[in-house]
């Protein structure tokens, strides 16, 4: 499959776009926001061999398909995958196994907050195969599509907004004072029609602008030679882009300066000019390092914990068949504490393992129609819940209705409640599963008679490593992972997970998941969420 280079370094852009410069530049001339989705399916279509691809774009009334390049089954709706609460919030494309077999990549068209469209492709093959850099293009097309659709849509506006030529012009100058980068408009001689404050404030310049000076007039020589040869590639390629642009201020101090381009028509077709954008890349440089430094630790702790798992496995079947050789009292004592302390090496080394998973994106679930009824029963059974000093009581509403959910993760999500609830309870009790429907919703309850928590660490409780600090807690074991990785279960499933609890008394955990199907997911009234059917 072909992919393009992941890191797209300011310094290598030149020959690394012109592979791709006719697919961008159809992206951004598309005329409508069915041109501009078609533009990007063929640019799309042109990284590999895919069973299927769709476009979808986002209207008043949900998500209306676009179309599709390849047949492959039936469309469904983006939002009905759990993986694409994830690929929303964090505007980045998500790998998951498809239900048919394969696998599929759900990339969001987003601009900001608002979420545009989605491209799903999908193709034969295991998801451990997808290069990173795969992603990182499909990510720089949707980019660009959001860039062509919000174009659209402010020109669009404008349309709508005019009443004049003075009103434009008002209306699109308050547009560009409030945009944080610096903007201008260009004609194609190189006169400047609109430049923001913002720009001005960039390069120092101090006196006001009159329409139609020459951007020679305007800017540093230093600035101005990289910028009127943008302009040239803007007018000539229709779009210019990203490039490095290094400055120093009167001060001394030396900046970086990221500037791209596009082309402006006007009603008729006919370009009128170019709309430069400067932005300070000296954070986003930063950024950027801080971004490489998270993914380097995660890939050393996932290649760590791969290579710590095997020899845990070796020592763990060893001790077991010594266990069953030796007779002596002090011997099996002994041996018994390599093999407690192997099963936590191997318990934390999973819960790493868990959290790579899903720090990059691939954390797939495999959905299927599951009795809660028999889910929550089967925690029963589970040696590490059981205790000589406490009392689990299962509760389940009767007549549930079967749910679409991935048994096994839904399972280690209520093990992990439960055992907590176990744990920090060390006096003993009762400790309470619940599950039933409400509200169009499926939820499950974890009650315990323990130590509660405290308001101020309930804050930080589903945070990885975050465990609270306290002289009742000191003794009880745990790695702070397992709150983290269970949050990050329920939310791929598309659910919420909530704690209600009181210093002394116990605590409660809620998971709420959507019901998909017939009422689909409603909004949960926090102020229920300490009452059930059975409270």
Same mark, same amino acid.
């Given at each position: ?102 696998? &599929? +990549? =759900?990339? *969001?068209? @987003?601009? !900001? /907050? ?6 799903? #492709?999908?193709?034969? %093959? ?90 020679? &007039? +305007? =800017?540093? *020589?230093? @600035?101005? !030679? /990289? ?6 590639? #803007?007018?000539?390629? %229709? ?297």
């Amino acid at each position: 499959m072909a992919s393009m280079p992941r890191d797209l370094g300011y310094e290598q852009l030149g020959a690394r776009w012109e592979a791709v410069r006719d697919q961008v530049r159809s992206i951004l001339d598309g005329a409508a926001p069915e041109a501009v989705l078609r533009a990007l399916r063929e640019a799309v279509s042109s990284l590999g061999r895919w069973g299927r691809c769709e476009t979808w774009r986002a209207t008043g009334d949900g998500s209306s398909l676009s179309g599709r390049v390849v047949a492959g089954g039936e469309p469904s709706r983006p939002e009905t995958r759990p993986e694409s609460a994830w690929a929303r919030a964090n505007r980045r494309p998500v790998v998951r196994e498809a239900p048919s077999g394969g696998f &599929e +990549i =759900l990339a *969001p068209i @987003a601009s !900001g /907050p608002d979420l545009l469209g989605w491209v799903v #492709v999908g193709a034969p %093959g295991s998801i451990e195969d997808v290069p990173p850099a795969l992603l990182s293009d499909l990510q720089f097309l949707t980019d660009q599509a959001a860039f062509a659709l919000t174009n659209r849509r402010l020109v669009e506006e404008l349309d709508a907004r005019r009443r004049g030529v003075e009103e434009a012009r008002h209306f699109l100058s308050n547009i560009l004072e409030g945009m944080a980068h610096g903007v201008m408009t260009v004609s194609p001689d190189g006169r400047v029609t609109q430049v923001n404050r913002n720009m001005l404030l960039m390069f120092e310049v101090e006196r006001g602008l009159e329409p139609g000076r020459r951007l020679e &007039e +305007i =800017l540093p *020589p230093a @600035a101005a !030679g /990289p910028i009127r040869e943008l302009l040239e590639e #803007v007018l000539q390629t %229709g779009f210019g882009m990203d490039r490095l642009l290094e400055h120093t201020l009167s001060g001394g101090t030396r900046v970086d300066y990221g500037v791209s381009g596009s082309l402006v028509r006007g009603a008729s077709g006919m370009a009128t000019g170019a709309v430069l954008q400067c932005r300070d890349m000296t954070a986003t440089r930063e950024l950027e390092r801080l971004r490489r430094l998270d993914q380097m630790k995660s890939e050393f702790v996932n290649n760590v914990s791969h290579e710590l798992r095997t020899p845990l496995t070796s020592i763990k079947a060893y001790t077991d068949a010594l266990l069953g050789m030796v007779e002596d009292e002090t011997q099996v004592k002994f041996l018994r504490v390599v093999e407690e302390e192997s099963d936590r090496l191997l318990e934390l080394i999973e819960n790493l393992l868990n959290v790579s998973r899903i720090e990059s994106g691939k954390l797939h679930l495999v959905l299927a129609a599951v009795d809660p009824s028999e889910l929550v029963r089967s925690i029963e059974k589970v040696s590490r819940v059981q205790s000589e000093r406490h009392t689990l009581i299962l509760e389940v509403a009767q007549g549930m209705p079967q749910v679409n959910l991935d048994a096994d993760k839904m399972k280690e999500v209520l093990l992990n409640l439960v055992s907590n609830a176990v744990k920090y309870s060390p006096a003993g009790g009762r400790v309470w599963l619940r599950a039933f429907p409400r509200e169009g919703n499926l939820w499950f309850e974890v009650a315990d008679e323990g130590l509660g928590i405290s308001e101020e660490n309930q804050k930080n409780l589903f945070e990885k490593f975050f465990r609270v600090d306290s002289e009742a807690t000191r003794n009880i074991r745990g790695t702070g992972l397992g709150l983290a990785i269970t949050r990050s279960i329920v939310q791929a499933h598309g659910g919420t997970l909530h704690v209600a609890s009181t210093l002394g008394k116990g605590s409660t955990f809620t998971v709420v998941l959507p019901v998909h199907g017939a009422q689909g997911r409603q909004e949960v009234d926090l102020g229920t969420v300490e009452q059930s059917p059975f409270a």
